[in-house]
């Protein structure tokens, strides 16, 4: 096993598109309802909202970053209009992924641009709730989003994470830079093509290829 595995103490996951896969649909809802927030906030139609959501993404980080900068909207009504659905249709019980949480002996929490209350919900749907010891949600980090390092920073101080013994795995390359950055051990998960990125250690299409790093066996 790589040696730089061997210190680690803490895995910090993304959630949405990182422990679930992008093919099941359940992004394709949250972003509907993104535009669908920022139609309507704003009186916009729908292609004019689209092309305006993904703006504030490439700006801001997030779509809700972008509307609190440029116009004031407090994250609670988008937050909970955006993630106020049921999972259960997109995401079910993942044994195979338990298997795996539960055979690292790390410390393990959620670090997502997402809320938390929609990360217990999909953690819950998943069956490994109670395989992380944290949780941080936008909200946690004054809702600055990744890939802004102040975010990580005030995930560091929330949580106590030493960046030099800890990896972090997200589906996003821009959301590894800074924390490779910080001296964390980075993992991408993603089944698309493309370039490798020197802030990148390892490159999984699937989370439960993480216990191929780790030489993990699980059933």
């Known amino acids: 096993m790589d040696p730089h595995l061997a210190k680690l103490h803490w895995i910090c996951f993304d959630l949405d598109n990182t422990l679930y896969p992008l093919s099941n649909g359940l992004w394709e809802i949250i972003d509907a309802r993104i535009q669908a927030f920022v139609a309507e906030t704003l009186g916009l139609p729908p292609d004019e909202a689209r092309k305006l959501q993904k703006y504030y993404w490439r700006k801001y980080g997030t779509t809700l970053a972008g509307l609190m900068a440029e116009h004031g909207i407090q994250p609670g009504p ?23 949480l539960q055979a690292l002996p790390q410390h393990k929490l959620i670090f997502t641009n997402a809320s938390s209350e929609h990360a217990y919900n999909v953690l819950r749907v998943l069956g490994v709730e109670d395989c992380f010891e944290q949780v941080i949600g936008v909200e946690e980090v004054d809702y600055i989003p990744k890939p802004d390092p102040r975010a990580y920073e ?25 924390a490779k950055a910080m001296g964390m051990v980075t993992v991408l998960i993603s089944q698309r093509g493309g370039r490798d990125y020197e802030y990148v250690d390892y490159k999984l299409r699937r989370i439960e290829d993480l216990a191929q790093v780790f030489h993990i066996a699980v059933p």
């Open 78 to 100: 988008y937050l909970a209009y955006v993630h106020n659905f049921d999972v259960s249709p997109f995401v079910g019980p993942n044994p195979k992924l338990r298997a795996l």
């Open 154 to 178: 005030l995930c560091r101080a929330k949580t106590g994470v030493d960046p030099s013994r800890s990896m972090f795995i997200d589906d996003l390359p821009e959301n590894l830079k800074p």
